[in-house]
């Protein structure tokens, strides 16, 4: 019975840990982010079922918390189960005594290098769902096979223990990771249905529709100097529709966003406007840093497209820049600011920037 309660309360913990997973996995953070603090939930989930490890004979303990270490390594990589390894030594020191013996802390590490090896594995083997979670159950339960025959000095049947942490590996892994794939599968389209809302589909930078949100994000942040805005125009586009047809356009479109991605900072917005219009933002840069960042960003976008086997087209962009200082110029006149500038410049001759402050 107690056995039967332990399973009970390890598939609901597997069962709140998944729910934290895609949440975790919908935020709009970097992947190492992610892996990091969902380590410290597997972590969580591990330390819970060492607090509530059950006799089922004389000095035969058991307890779920090689899966979630294990399932860390499987589905958050090196990092998570790096993080959550930690959490769960941490844990077990501080529950037991200030030293952990080594065959605790051996099968607790050897789940987690085994978790981290799984997906490699399972995509070599071109396993399906169900084939692939039971090499994961075999994979975590494997150390603890190997040290049920270490001649080591036994307080109780470590056969025995063997035997049933297998059983609950095998049973746990496919509650487990049925909970996760099915986290991981929403959260991935949830993604991706992102990304397209907030992705221009020709050249993949961001869309419209991004602008304000991006100028948001770059103007609210803390001690920040100000925004640069430049809205970059390709010089006589419509002449390389004409003469060479659509898709030779789009060919330069896509050449000049890739362009301008290598040429920004990380941190940097590049958003298609529509049409040949490109913007970038640039957070925390004071005026003149935004004025001698358009002209570099200028020369830099001059460059020979080829296209085909034999045709070249030189294109050079103009850019109508400005400075937005922090909290104090909202968007439309930022915007308004630039593209007076950027109506000088092709008035001016094209193939070049101008920055104008803004009022």
């Known amino acids: 019975m107690a056995l039967i309660l332990h399973l009970i309360n390890s598939f609901a913990m597997m069962g709140m840990i998944a729910l934290i997973y895609g949440s975790v996995q919908r935020l709009g953070l970097s992947r190492r982010l992610r892996h990091a603090l969902l380590g410290l939930a597997?972590?969580?989930?591990?330390?819970?079922?060492?607090?509530?490890s059950i006799a089922v004979a004389p000095g035969v303990i058991v307890d779920s918390r090689a899966l979630f270490i294990g399932f860390a390594g499987a589905f958050l990589g090196p990092l998570?189960?790096?993080?959550a390894l930690l959490v769960s030594v941490l844990v077990r020191i501080s529950l037991v005594s200030a030293a952990m013996p080594g065959i605790a802390f051996g099968s607790m590490a050897a789940s987690a290098?085994?978790?981290?090896?799984?997906?490699?594995?399972?995509?070599?083997?071109?396993l399906g769902h169900f084939a692939g979670l039971m090499l994961l159950a075999v994979m975590i339960s494997l150390p603890l096979v190997v040290?049920?025959?270490?001649?080591?000095?036994r307080t109780g049947s470590l056969e025995a223990l063997a035997a049933i942490l297998v059983l609950l590996n095998l049973t746990g892994a496919l509650v487990f990771g049925t909970f996760l794939q099915h986290e991981r599968a929403a959260a991935q389209r949830e993604r991706m249905l992102l990304t397209e809302t907030q992705t221009d589909p020709?050249?993949?930078?961001?869309?419209?529709?991004s602008f304000e949100r991006r100028f948001a994000e770059a103007d609210s942040l803390a001690?920040?100097?100000?925004?640069?805005l430049m809205?970059?125009?390709?010089?006589?586009?419509?002449?390389?529709n004409d003469i060479h047809g659509h898709e030779a356009g789009d060919h330069v479109l896509r050449?000049?966003?890739?362009?301008?991605?290598?040429?920004?900072?990380?941190?940097?917005?590049?958003i298609r406007l529509g049409g040949e219009e490109f913007a970038v933002l640039m957070p925390d840069v004071d005026a003149p840093e935004a004025g001698r960042a358009a002209e570099r960003l200028q020369r830099m976008l001059t460059m020979s497209c080829r296209i085909g086997d034999l045709t070249r087209v030189d294109v050079t962009v103009s850019i109508g820049a400005t400075h937005l200082p922090p909290g104090r110029v909202d968007l439309g006149e930022a915007s308004r600011t630039a593209d007076g500038a950027l109506y000088r410049a092709k008035r001016e001759g094209r193939a070049r920037s101008i920055f104008e402050a803004c009022a």
């Open 42 to 52: 597997f972590g969580f989930g591990a330390s819970v079922q060492m607090m509530q």
């Open 80 to 83: 998570g189960a790096t993080v």
């Open 113 to 126: 290098l085994m978790g981290s090896l799984w997906p490699v594995l399972r995509r070599r083997l071109r």
């Open 147 to 153: 040290l049920a025959w270490l001649p080591v000095a």
């Open 202 to 209: 020709l050249t993949g930078v961001l869309n419209r529709r």
């Open 223 to 228: 001690r920040s100097r100000g925004t640069a």
């Open 231 to 240: 809205i970059v125009d390709i010089d006589h586009f419509k002449r390389v």
């Open 255 to 270: 050449a000049m966003a890739e362009r301008l991605r290598r040429a920004v900072r990380p941190g940097d917005s590049v």
